[in-house]
């Protein structure tokens, strides 16, 4: 069965610093990721995917993905981390077969002046 | 990319009573999807609804306690029956956006059942 996994619940960081967000993946063939954001009050916003390709995936807000096949991981980065970005960060992974996504357990990025 | 409208932003219930929660595409969606996520978790799929048939519930997700009905291809609701607190949760309507094929989300129902 497809899962991922958040192992923070939550991750703090000053204003500036670099921020990494985790994520490993377990799925039967080719994994196809996403991360999505949720500010307070808010639904869900995409920021990006890894479905094939470059295993950097660049997307909104100026943060990006590494996809590692060898850790099974897809963690969320962002170079310089903004107060604007604290929020709540889902990972999830499509499972082809039933055309769904399932979710991690979400970590809450607080950034802090 | 599409807009998802729900209705109500928010809402408080009394225990037994049922809440019709609606949500409005702004452009046409082969499928949508209703997840609900309970206070400090993540998402959970209910079902996914497509136009013109039943919809298709998860484990644990039944039709009797989450009725969903479907008229046409930008509308949807959802109905939780006979609440209890433990169905106070965001629940989120959702579709595929037919350009990235991307899920995009409504900003969710926030009920409470007291």
């Known amino acids: 069965a497809q899962s991922v996994a958040q192992p923070e619940d939550q991750v703090n960081v000053a204003e500036g610093n670099p921020l990494t967000v985790k994520c490993t993946y377990s799925?039967?063939?080719?994994?196809?990721l996403f991360w999505y954001v949720q500010y307070p009050n808010r639904g869900l916003q995409f920021l990006l995917k890894?479905?094939?390709?470059?295993?950097l995936v660049k997307g909104s807000y100026g943060f990006e993905a590494e996809f590692n096949k060898s850790q099974t991981s897809f963690h969320l980065k962002k170079p310089s981390a903004l107060v604007s970005d604290s929020a709540l960060y889902f990972c999830?992974?499509?499972?082809?077969?039933?055309?769904?996504?399932?979710f991690g357990t979400g970590t809450r990025l607080q950034v802090f002046p | 990319s599409a807009v998802i409208s729900q209705k109500p932003s928010r809402d408080i219930c009394q225990r037994g009573t049922s809440l019709t929660i609606q949500c409005q595409v702004d452009?046409?969606?082969?499928?949508m999807f209703w997840y609900r996520q309970q206070p400090g978790q993540s998402l959970t799929l209910i079902a996914t609804?497509?136009?013109?048939?039943?919809?298709?519930?998860e484990s644990g997700f039944v039709i009797d306690k989450f009725p969903i009905s479907r008229p046409n291809l930008t509308f949807s609701t959802l109905t939780v029956s006979n609440m209890s607190p433990e169905d106070s949760s965001i629940y989120l309507c959702?579709?595929?956006?037919?350009?990235?094929?991307?899920?995009?989300f409504g900003e969710g129902s926030r009920l409470t059942v007291l």
């Open positions: 959702s579709s595929r956006d037919r350009n990235t094929g991307e899920l995009f």
């Open positions: 452009s046409q969606v082969t499928m």
């Open positions: 799925v039967s063939g080719n994994p196809y």
């Open positions: 999830a992974v499509r499972d082809p077969k039933a055309d769904k996504l399932i």
């Open positions: 609804a497509n136009q013109g048939s039943e919809a298709t519930y």
């Open positions: 890894y479905i094939t390709g470059d295993n």
